[in-house]
């Protein structure tokens, strides 16, 4: 059978690049459909009189544009259209009650949160505690010099029973600005740093921009694995350790207390800095306790108000031993100066008049009430979910790719996240997605998209991948 050959004539610059560009063309133009398999990268090369070399890299330079895919042992898969890189940009963050419905952004329920904005803002406007100094929430703040926002950062990280002191606790827009300001303090460019293989994916082109070296470390039912840490620990010196033990992004994993305490015991045996995102931890009663407490001298913990109470207030905390927590704060002076004082006013307002357990509470509730709801429509299938969690992990039956559902569901107006996007090394991703509950506001529209899915995956598999060419 004739194997794909890209029409190299008349193409400038780097050879692997001019395939690159053939491949998109050829995709475009309905040459190489869906599924396809491109020839082995050695029989390309040797077909093109190039390099294996050339082939290779234009194969994983195809792969980071999401024109294809690798499945490991199977071969190099042409893609359908809307992969993750699309779908990210496609799909707005609006809640529409129309239109597709979107189970692929991990945001909160929007709940009561605008009702008692508009209570604390009325009563911040009528002096609000502040004394008559209103103004000192629009001025230049010195990052330096403990304020009330520091004061709010302290009561948060009480909330989650991570212990402080105030040289310790730094205040940063959401728990995002919390890692990169992290990276930015912590890595130089050139540094190794380690992550789970499947991971939150702005992390992946936060490295890229900082000129970081990313490893993934193998994950199972209960988050990354210590032995892996181990061995890539002894084998190089990486920098430090990213993760989310705590309804890990994406597959929803709790890590139990024996592994947490056996991940941080290694991280001290190979003096390795841990960065924990507890940005879900807030919504779990029933957590191990967080790395910070099993290890405060290695770990630098984030938190935010994202998740339980709005998304849009942009409230962050991280905690950090004293002398790294100071590296953290000249990272936020950089990028932001300060963060807006009035933002952690609020939140600090809720946090003392009981709106931030109830909102959380609230979030809880909507939570379970939507675990329930899609536990009884994948009834019968592995998911992988915890009931106050707002994501769920769903690995995919046999014969089914994650490309081929995520194409398939939003033919059919769903939109989900297959677990490439996640992916520190996408070819290796493995056949699963993510589905989020509690972005859509509408119950009914979330049942029918789960609905939607489950009738899929009863169906025949719409596998990407037995056209050869
Ligand atoms: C693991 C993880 N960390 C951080 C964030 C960002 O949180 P924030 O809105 O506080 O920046 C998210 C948001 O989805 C997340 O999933």
């Not at 890189?85 to 991990?106: C, F, Q, Y």
């Not at 190979?270 to 290890?295: Q, S, W, Y």
Request: hydrophobic residues 45%; glycine residues 8%.
């Amino acid at each position: 059978m004739a194997i794909w050959v890209p029409d190299l004539t008349g193409r400038r610059g780097p050879a692997y690049l001019a395939i690159v560009e053939a491949l998109a063309e050829d995709i475009a133009a309905g040459a190489l459909a869906p599924g396809a398999r491109l020839p082995p990268h050695r029989e390309l090369a040797h077909a093109l009189g190039l390099s294996p070399n050339t082939t290779s890299r234009a194969y994983a330079e195809a792969v980071a544009r999401a024109l294809v895919r690798g499945e490991v042992g199977r071969g190099t898969f042409v893609r359908a259209p809307g992969g993750p890189a699309e779908a990210a940009s496609a799909a707005d963050l609006r809640r529409a009650a129309s239109g597709p419905i979107d189970l692929s952004r991990n945001l909160p329920n929007r709940g009561a949160a605008g009702e008692h904005l508009g209570r604390t803002l009325e009563w911040l406007g009528h002096d609000g505690g502040r004394n008559g100094d209103l103004q000192g929430l629009l001025d230049y703040h010195d990052a330096a010099e403990p304020d009330r926002a520091a004061a709010v950062a302290l009561a948060w990280l009480a909330r989650l029973g991570v212990p402080a002191s105030a040289d310790e606790a730094v205040v940063t827009v959401g728990a995002q600005h919390a890692l990169f300001a992290s990276l930015l303090a912590l890595t130089r460019p050139g540094d190794l740093i380690l992550t789970e293989a499947l991971t939150y994916a702005p992390l992946k082109a936060m490295a890229a921009r900082l000129g970081l070296t990313v490893r993934g470390l193998p994950l199972d039912a209960d988050g990354l694995r210590p032995e892996a840490l181990e061995a890539l620990c002894a084998d190089h010196a990486p920098r430090l350790a990213y993760l989310t033990p705590t309804l890990q992004t994406p597959t929803a994993a709790i890590m139990p207390e024996s592994r947490r305490r056996a991940l941080v015991e290694v991280a001290g045996r190979h003096d390795l800095l841990l960065i924990e995102d507890d940005v879900f931890g807030p919504l779990v009663l029933d957590a191990p306790p967080p790395l910070a407490r099993l290890a405060p001298d290695r770990v630098v913990y984030l938190s935010s108000t994202s998740k339980v109470l709005a998304p849009g207030l942009r409230v962050g905390v991280a905690r950090a031993p004293a002398p790294l927590a100071a590296a953290l704060r000249g990272a936020v002076t950089l990028s932001c100066w300060m963060a807006p004082p009035l933002m952690a006013e609020i939140a600090g307002r809720w946090i003392a008049d009981g709106t931030a357990t109830r909102l959380t509470e609230a979030q809880r509730a909507v939570a379970r009430r939507r675990q329930a709801l899609a536990a009884h429509a994948f009834d019968g299938l592995e998911i992988r979910a915890h009931p106050c969690g707002l994501h769920l992990w769903l690995p995919l039956p046999t014969g089914w790719t994650a490309d081929a559902l995520r194409a398939e569901a939003a033919t059919q107006g769903v939109r989900v996240t297959e677990a490439a996007a996640f992916a520190v090394d996408p070819a290796a991703a493995p056949e699963a997605v993510r589905l989020c509950l509690s972005h859509e506001p509408d119950e009914d529209r979330l049942s029918r998209g789960l609905d939607t899915i489950r009738r899929i995956l009863d169906g025949p598999p719409g596998r990407t991948g037995p056209l050869v060419m």
